[in-house]
């Protein structure tokens, strides 16, 4: 008998007309065909320069040449209106942060394995290439501490600096000049969400395991050791330091090096609780060098085991153009570690720009940015610098210090080219454990434990990449630091691709509005009609399974509860399709599947708001024809009110 009566109801299903269908309803199926992948693509480009009138329509040619040379170069667009105040804050903004740049670009060279010069040729060109392509007022361009962390840490593995330095210093500039490019074709092509690929919380435990094993390898410099490892993972460094103790070492490194991170970290301190002395926290640094240098010098003290920096070269940025080997043996390796340091830089420059950008009200342009800091990189790779950034340390300073525009770069950039040419052969006794404190001083701002504190409370399994990427950089290595934090990331993705939210829907009383009955209890089911909603923006191969046979399962609950309880029956369901943007065949698939599975038990199904690839792929499978076009609709509520009319002639209840 139930099986008949089900062939009944099936007949009474096929017999349904629901003569009284909205209007709107139509507009689903009538909606134009979505663009295609390849006019997505050829838009993608011309779209960073289209430029139009008022009136909206195209605009002459010679207006687009000059909206692209502005797009290109937006010193072109602030220029016209750049005043003489804002030049003089600029000025004293630049002098500023040449204070602090030059002793923290050497140390920073240090950091990458390379000669204190390379780091001031780092804040000589790309600062100035970026002055004229950038966006962002305030931010900093130069060598930063992660950056030049990534650089020795992975090209080392390949070729030894302390044995072969010329090719080390190859394989940096091939490395900076393919992250330029790198950084410009993400730009150009719009790529910039493969930044988005390191979430938050994986860069926060990045910086943190970066930053102390920064400080750990500060230990060379602060002790004054001869032999160091090369590996940066926390146990070889703690070996390699306990193996050093045991030889004779001098205190006079310990003794200098500490005295000064404790005057710069105090400087600061002064800083940040005197605003108007912001300043005494810039000049710290440099300070420090000049002091301990005339230190050195007055008492001989590199004649007693104070290790020096010595010889420094002098003069302008020599061309590194014969240097960059596209050919070689080791150019895989090099576009490896230049994707990570490309990714891993317009990060933290883009978070630096946006975080100042937002302070000061206004939009930073992302693929903008991209394209600055990559012609930067190219163009520093060809004059003996290697891959630059924002530094968040340096960009603080720039905008307590007053400045209004890139202009306070040029400055930076012109003043470090006259430090290069005049001050080079001072800096012979600079002891190398000042440039370890100066490091060192720079290091907290990088560990962020208050943020990590806040993602263990708002997210448990963001914290696990935030987690795993702090454990990764600290106890392996950079490279199996990022790998876990993208590992856990997609991981997370996966997952909640896998299982995606299928919510059953009540309406609010009184109003039109349906909303899960598990997030908001008082909303009631309506009598007959089952509504679910889909909570996945891409119904796929990947989830297509689940979500069916959970919407089966709990038709069938429904059905065989209604049969015990001799309640009226489930005669119509609704599935809201609003956050279903697009579908694939096992997605169509499925619901066909559940079409047929529904129809079997004599209960009509219904679409609501299907997304517009989603509907333009149904019509083109012919889900829509199986279905009836008559059983899609533009809103939940439009579907319910039909269901309910088709069954009872009755309007929309709860």
Same mark, same amino acid.
């Given at each position: 008998?139930?099986?008949?009566?089900?062939?009944?109801?099936?007949?009474?299903?096929?017999?349904?007309?629901?003569?009284?269908?909205?209007?709107?309803?139509?507009?689903?199926?009538?909606?134009?065909?979505?663009?295609?992948?390849?006019?997505?693509?050829?838009?993608?480009?011309?779209?960073?320069?289209?430029? *139009?009138?008022?009136?909206?329509?195209?605009?002459?040619?010679?207006?687009?040449?000059?909206?692209?040379?502005?797009?290109?170069?937006?010193?072109?667009?602030?220029?016209?209106?750049? &005043?003489?105040?804002?030049?003089?804050?600029?000025?004293?903004?630049?002098?500023?942060?040449?204070?602090? @740049? =030059?002793?923290?670009?050497?140390?920073?060279?240090?950091?990458?394995?390379?000669?204190?010069?390379?780091?001031?040729?780092?804040?000589?060109?790309?600062?100035?290439?970026?002055?004229?392509?950038?966006?962002?007022?305030?931010?900093?361009?130069?060598?930063?501490?992660?950056?030049?962390?990534?650089?020795?840490?992975?090209?080392?593995?390949?070729?030894?600096?302390?044995?072969?330095?010329?090719?080390?210093? #190859?394989?940096?500039?091939?490395?900076?000049?393919?992250?330029? !490019?790198?950084?410009?074709?993400?730009?150009?092509?719009?790529?910039?969400?493969?930044?988005?690929?390191?979430?938050?919380?994986?860069?926060?435990?990045?910086?943190?395991?970066?930053?102390?094993?920064?400080?750990?390898?500060?230990?060379?410099?602060?002790?004054?050791?001869?032999?160091?490892?090369?590996?940066?993972?926390?146990?070889?460094?703690?070996?390699?330091?306990?193996?050093?103790?045991?030889?004779?070492?001098?205190?006079?490194?310990?003794? =200098?090096?500490?005295?000064?991170?404790? $005057?710069?970290?105090?400087?600061?301190?002064?800083?940040?609780?005197?605003?108007?002395?912001?300043?005494?926290?810039?000049?710290?640094?440099?300070?420090? !060098?000049?002091?301990?240098?005339?230190?050195?010098?007055?008492?001989?003290?590199?004649?007693?085991? !104070?290790?020096?920096?010595?010889?420094?070269?002098?003069?302008?940025?020599?061309?590194?153009?014969?240097?960059?080997?596209?050919?070689?043996?080791?150019?895989?390796?090099?576009?490896?570690?230049?994707?990570?340091?490309?990714?891993?830089?317009?990060?933290?420059?883009?978070?630096?720009?946006?975080? $100042?950008?937002?302070? *000061?009200?206004?939009?930073?342009? @992302?693929?903008?940015?991209?394209?600055?800091?990559?012609?930067?990189?190219?163009?520093?790779?060809?004059? #003996?610098?290697?891959?630059?950034?924002?530094?968040? #340390?340096?960009?603080?300073?720039?905008?307590?210090?007053?400045?209004?525009?890139?202009?306070?770069?040029?400055?930076?950039?012109?003043?470090?080219?006259?430090?290069?040419?005049?001050?080079?052969?001072?800096?012979?006794?600079?002891?190398?454990?000042?440039?370890?404190?100066?490091?060192?001083?720079?290091?907290?701002?990088?560990?962020?434990?208050?943020?990590?504190?806040? =993602?263990?409370?708002?997210?448990?399994?963001?914290?696990?990449?935030?987690?795993?990427?702090?454990?990764?950089?600290?106890?392996? &290595?950079?490279?199996?630091?990022?790998?876990?934090?993208?590992?856990?990331?997609?991981?997370? =993705?996966?997952?909640?691709?896998?299982?995606?939210?299928?919510?059953?829907?009540?309406?609010?009383?009184?109003?039109?509005?349906?909303?899960?009955?598990?997030?908001?209890?008082?909303?009631?089911?309506?009598?007959?009609?089952?509504?679910?909603?889909?909570?996945?923006?891409?119904?796929?191969?990947?989830?297509?399974? $689940?979500?069916?046979?959970?919407?089966?399962?709990?038709?069938?609950?429904?059905?065989?509860? &209604?049969?015990?309880?001799?309640?009226?029956?489930?005669?119509?369901?609704?599935?809201?399709?609003?956050?279903?943007?697009?579908?694939?065949?096992?997605?169509?698939?499925?619901?066909?599947?559940?079409?047929?599975?529904?129809?079997?038990?004599?209960?009509?199904?219904?679409?609501?708001?299907?997304?517009?690839?989603?509907?333009?792929?149904?019509?083109?499978?012919?889900?829509?024809?199986?279905?009836?076009?008559?059983?899609?609709?533009?809103?939940?509520?439009?579907?319910?009110?039909?269901?309910?009319?088709?069954?009872?002639?009755?309007?929309?209840?709860?």
């Amino acid at each position: 008998m139930e099986a008949a009566a089900a062939v009944g109801s099936s007949t009474n299903v096929s017999a349904f007309d629901v003569s009284k269908q909205p209007d709107t309803a139509k507009l689903v199926l009538n909606s134009p065909m979505p663009p295609s992948l390849r006019e997505e693509l050829t838009g993608v480009v011309g779209k960073a320069f289209r430029t *139009r009138t008022p009136t909206g329509g195209r605009a002459p040619r010679w207006a687009w040449a000059l909206t692209a040379l502005q797009c290109v170069f937006p010193v072109l667009k602030w220029g016209r209106s750049y &005043s003489l105040k804002s030049f003089r804050s600029d000025v004293m903004a630049g002098l500023t942060l040449a204070s602090l @740049g =030059i002793p923290q670009s050497i140390g920073y060279a240090n950091l990458a394995k390379l000669d204190p010069q390379y780091g001031l040729y780092t804040s000589v060109v790309p600062p100035l290439i970026y002055a004229v392509m950038g966006t962002s007022r305030e931010i900093a361009i130069g060598p930063v501490a992660v950056v030049s962390l990534l650089l020795s840490s992975m090209i080392q593995k390949i070729v030894d600096p302390a044995t072969d330095p010329a090719t080390y210093r #190859s394989l940096v500039f091939t490395v900076t000049f393919l992250a330029g !490019v790198f950084q410009v074709s993400f730009g150009l092509f719009r790529l910039g969400f493969l930044v988005d690929f390191l979430s938050h919380a994986a860069i926060v435990g990045f910086m943190g395991g970066a930053a102390i094993v920064i400080g750990l390898q500060q230990l060379k410099g602060l002790l004054g050791l001869s032999h160091f490892t090369n590996n940066t993972d926390v146990v070889s460094v703690v070996k390699a330091v306990c193996s050093a103790l045991r030889d004779p070492w001098h205190p006079g490194n310990f003794l =200098i090096g500490c005295s000064f991170l404790i $005057f710069i970290l105090t400087s600061r301190f002064i800083g940040r609780r005197y605003k108007k002395l912001f300043w005494l926290s810039a000049i710290s640094p440099l300070l420090s !060098v000049i002091l301990s240098t005339a230190a050195v010098y007055a008492t001989r003290a590199d004649k007693h085991g !104070v290790k020096i920096i010595q010889n420094v070269h002098s003069g302008v940025n020599p061309s590194s153009f014969k240097q960059i080997n596209l050919n070689g043996p080791y150019t895989a390796e090099c576009a490896k570690i230049a994707i990570i340091c490309a990714i891993i830089a317009l990060t933290e420059a883009i978070a630096v720009g946006r975080s $100042f950008a937002s302070i *000061r009200g206004y939009r930073l342009d @992302g693929n903008k940015e991209m394209l600055a800091m990559g012609f930067s990189n190219v163009a520093g790779s060809l004059s #003996s610098c290697y891959v630059a950034t924002g530094s968040f #340390s340096r960009t603080a300073v720039n905008f307590s210090a007053g400045a209004r525009s890139t202009m306070s770069n040029i400055v930076m950039s012109i003043t470090v080219f006259i430090a290069l040419e005049l001050f080079m052969k001072l800096l012979y006794y600079t002891p190398m454990a000042v440039l370890a404190s100066i490091i060192l001083s720079a290091l907290p701002g990088l560990i962020d434990i208050k943020e990590a504190r806040n =993602i263990w409370k708002v997210d448990k399994m963001d914290f696990l990449t935030c987690l795993g990427a702090f454990v990764g950089v600290l106890f392996g &290595s950079v490279e199996i630091g990022l790998a876990v934090a993208l590992a856990i990331s997609f991981a997370k =993705i996966i997952i909640q691709s896998l299982r995606p939210q299928v919510e059953v829907l009540g309406r609010l009383q009184g109003t039109n509005i349906f909303c899960s009955i598990r997030q908001y209890p008082v909303a009631c089911q309506t009598p007959t009609v089952q509504t679910i909603r889909i909570d996945t923006s891409f119904l796929c191969f990947i989830n297509a399974t $689940f979500v069916k046979e959970r919407i089966i399962e709990w038709v069938w609950e429904e059905v065989e509860t &209604s049969d015990e309880k001799a309640k009226e029956r489930v005669q119509s369901l609704v599935l809201d399709m609003s956050n279903v943007v697009s579908i694939d065949t096992s997605g169509l698939t499925a619901l066909e599947e559940i079409h047929k599975e529904l129809a079997s038990l004599g209960i009509q199904m219904a679409i609501a708001s299907p997304g517009w690839q989603a509907i333009q792929k149904m019509k083109l499978s012919r889900v829509v024809d199986r279905v009836g076009e008559d059983w899609i609709f533009l809103t939940v509520g439009e579907a319910v009110e039909a269901c309910l009319t088709a069954h009872k002639g009755t309007s929309l209840e709860c």
